[in-house]
């Protein structure tokens, strides 16, 4: 059965607002990036047909850019009974045709007077 939400919402309220949607089952943060993609994508002429669910949804990770870091992380899991899934092992990598080299100059800091 389909509740309106404005049987919560006082008359009041309503009556202030432009055309409103409440979106009770859209979570806080995946959910709502994931529509705000969608959003963004709707009724373009380029639509390249972004899916609305994604493989990692609501399924926080965690990235080692260490070995000590690796290392906390998989006693971190084992001694919380976590159960994971290992998506890679291995160091990354940048593809060849990505610079290396930053185009911007070295930041050299302004003296200060005084």
Do not use: C
Not at 22 to 49: C, F, I, K, N, W
Not at 53 to 62: I, L, N, S
């Amino acid at each position: 059965m389909t509740k309106k939400a404005t049987d919560k919402i006082h008359n009041w309220h309503t009556s202030a607002v432009p055309p409103t949607t409440m979106l009770p089952t859209v979570g806080q943060y995946y959910d709502l990036y994931r529509l705000g993609l969608v959003m963004a994508s709707v009724g373009r002429e380029d639509d390249t047909g972004i899916q609305t669910r994604g493989a990692w949804e609501d399924k926080p990770v965690v990235i080692a850019y260490t070995d000590a870091d690796a290392e906390i992380i998989n006693k971190t899991i084992k001694k919380m009974g976590l159960p994971s899934i290992k998506i890679t092992t291995s160091k990354s990598k940048e593809p060849d045709d990505t610079h290396k080299i930053s185009p911007l100059p070295l930041f050299k800091e302004t003296p200060r007077k005084s």
